[in-house]
T-cell receptor, first 114, second 115 residues
């Protein structure tokens, strides 16, 4: 089945730790995105990438890092510099042949600082 | 900052009634998209309207776009309890700038449809 998979579903982080959230897609999509969602809030863009080995900062990139070494993978690292990382993280991908395409979302990773 | 802002933040209606949600944005767009999110899940795409289109239909959904007012609306007709969810608009930034390919979302409208 084609789709976009995020893992793990739940993640607990201790203060001062870096953690990496996984996002894999087998849809052959060019573009991939990471969003953060706080309770009762909308989605805020962290990073996005349109091609392998290239990515751009979104609106709230501080304290996060990404890599795009393969087309199908776009992992997000939440670093210790991110002071309030507890949130729901969503990954998305879409075909990008010039725009006007829909995004497909994973089921999310809920990160909690303990 | 987020590109899209939705109104109202919450909407409560009875089954069979229509639900209208509005979205306003700030800069030029390539297209505007609407998504639905059930609690604690990922988003699901509903409909996309291009910047040169004014109205689009899909089943019980009707979307309008007014680029002069930088606003869009989503109408769900004859709502059902199963339509209960959060609805988000997303703006797709146009070509020609450094933000090409950027897809930004609004705060969302929480819709509750009572049986």
């Amino acid at each position: 089945d084609g789709g976009i998979t995020q893992s793990p579903k739940y993640l607990f982080r201790k203060e001062g730790q870096n953690v990496t959230l996984s996002c894999e897609q087998n849809l052959n999509h060019d573009a991939m995105y990471w969003y953060r969602q706080d309770p009762g809030q909308g989605l805020r863009l962290i990073y996005y990438s349109q091609i392998v080995n290239d990515f751009q900062k979104g609106d709230i990139a501080e304290g996060y890092s990404v890599s795009r070494e393969k087309k199908e993978s776009f992992p997000l690292t939440v670093t210790s510099a991110q002071k309030n990382p507890t949130a729901f993280y969503l990954c998305a991908s879409r075909y990008y042949g010039g725009g006007n395409t829909e995004a497909f979302f994973g089921q999310g990773t809920r990160l909690t600082v303990v | 900052s987020q590109q899209g802002e939705e109104d109202p933040q919450a909407l409560s209606i009875q089954e069979g009634e229509n639900a209208t949600m509005n979205c306003s944005y700030k800069t030029s767009i390539n297209n505007l998209q609407w998504y639905r999110q059930n609690s604690g899940r990922g988003l699901v795409h509903l409909i996309l309207i291009r910047s040169n289109e004014r109205e689009k239909h899909s089943g019980r959904l009707r979307v309008t776009l007014d680029t002069s007012k930088k606003s869009s609306s989503l109408l769900i007709t004859a709502s059902r309890a199963a339509d209960t969810a959060s609805y988000f608009c997303a703006t797709d930034w146009p070509a020609g700038g450094t933000s090409y390919g950027k897809l930004t979302f609004g705060q969302g409208t929480i819709l509750t449809v009572h049986p």
